[in-house]
């Protein structure tokens, strides 16, 4: 398997705080932009308590597929580009899913705060 391109936007105290991550398989940004010719893979990671909101978020985005949480360890190396392919054999393995991807997925990490989108009441 090629290597895997990485964009991780946590800052180093997430690492030890945001222990949940919420994983999708975005159609969307597949197969074209960054992820041209491949699978786009996002990832949430959040404290705990947020996660069932988060994950709750994440499901309702249309865009998003293959929706799954997971615990992850609380240390610096709690995530790793092969650990998160793992999530997504399917998308990996076999590339299926709106393109066929010739190559190892982009993979994006974001971090949950306060003032996230899945945590901020829409007001009506």
Known sequence: MSKHEWDDKRGHEHMYTHTVAIAAHD?????????????????????????????HWVRSRGEM????????????????????????PEVVESCQGPVRAQGSPL??????????????????
């Open 107 to 124: 993979i994006a990490i974001y971090t949950v705060d306060d003032n996230h989108p899945a945590l901020v009441e829409e007001e009506a």
């Open 27 to 55: 159609y969307f940004m597949s197969g074209w932009g960054h992820a041209k010719h491949r699978s786009s893979l996002c990832v949430w990671v959040c404290r705990p308590e947020h996660a069932d909101e988060v994950e």
């Open 65 to 88: 597929h293959d929706v799954c949480r997971h615990e992850i360890a609380s240390s610096k190396d709690n995530l790793s580009p092969e650990l998160v392919a793992n999530w997504f």
